[in-house]
């Protein structure tokens, strides 16, 4: 964004992320996965909201940084430092998507979207609407029509989580 964030940008960012990702866990809800439309959301507004946190301080820091000219050359500015722990983290929640049974293995497409909304979360945090977009509309390619492909050229056999 690279000046201060308005309530604008913050509805912009925090509606973007509803309704895309909102449509990704509408999909696995559909699917009766073991997370679903409000699961997705709360951990795609949560890193949302991380993210525009972490750009109101870096602003702060900025201006502080302008403001002290005397000690600005001290000043670190690390916008990448949250956004890395919410993407860890988020990979950890997803492990619990994860099951084994009786040999065969599901989950591992909800604990991707679980991962990828968050990701998408910190997209809109960040401002970039084309490329969030973007990465939605194409993870629910995936999710819709390449699975259906799948599933009607390979059988059932494919993927259990289909």
Do not use: C
Request: charged share 15%; glycine share 10%; hydrophobic share 50%.
């Amino acid at each position: 964004m690279g000046e201060a964030i308005t309530l604008t940008d913050i509805l912009q960012s925090l509606g973007l992320t509803v309704l895309f990702v909102g449509l990704i866990g509408y999909e696995r809800q559909k699917r009766h996965k073991i997370a679903g439309l409000t699961t997705h959301l709360m951990v795609a507004l949560a890193a949302a909201g991380i993210t525009l946190l972490q750009e109101v301080l870096v602003f702060d820091a900025i201006q502080f940084a302008r403001e002290n000219p005397e000690i600005a050359n001290t000043i670190t500015f690390e916008r990448q430092r949250i956004v890395a722990q919410v993407i860890s983290g988020v990979g950890f929640l997803g492990t619990g998507a994860i099951l084994k049974t009786q040999g065969s293995i599901t989950g591992l497409t909800t604990a991707s979207t679980l991962w990828a909304s968050a990701i998408i979360g910190i997209i809109f945090g960040y401002g970039q609407i084309v490329l969030g977009i973007s990465v939605s509309v194409l993870m629910l390619f995936v999710l819709t029509i390449i699975k259906a492909y799948i599933r009607n050229h390979q059988g059932q056999e494919y993927d259990h989580e289909l």
